[in-house]
């Protein structure tokens, strides 16, 4: 059984800093390498969003808040991908979710929390 399993979460001053990661479990090096990989967040009270996103090496997507402050990077041989986050905002407070898809199919994680305080 896929599982994603989010670590790195907790509460931060503004402006501060924080790296979340993801690790999968269930499928194989090749299998993980396989997928595209994104980080979400939902803030309370709000829809799920995308936060940025990875493909292979070369295909790399962030949303306009994460763009220049997150840098978004995966480790295939550690079925693994990271979220650093700098430059913090309390808009940014909310839980984060890992997604691991192909076009048959989607994995979630259960999510870390991250509290900006102001």
């Given amino acids: 059984q ?3 399993v989010e670590s790195g979460g907790g509460l931060v001053q503004a402006g501060g800093s924080l ?8 499928m194989s090096r090749i299998m993980f390498s396989s997928h595209g990989l994104g980080w979400f967040r ?17 295909y790399i997507y962030y949303t306009d808040s994460a ?5 978004i990077t995966r480790d295939n041989a550690k079925s693994t991908v990271t979220l ?15 997604q691991a898809r192909t076009s048959q199919s989607q994995y979630w994680g ?5 509290t900006v305080s102001s």
């Fill in 2 to 4: 896929v599982q994603l």
């Fill in 19 to 26: 790296t979340l990661s993801c690790v999968a479990s269930g």
């Fill in 42 to 58: 939902q803030a309370p009270g709000k829809a799920r969003e995308l936060v940025a996103t990875i493909g292979g090496p070369d």
């Fill in 67 to 71: 763009k220049g402050r997150f840098t």
């Fill in 84 to 98: 650093q986050m700098q430059s913090l905002t309390p808009e940014d407070t909310g839980v984060y979710y890992c």
């Fill in 110 to 114: 259960q999510g870390t929390q991250v």
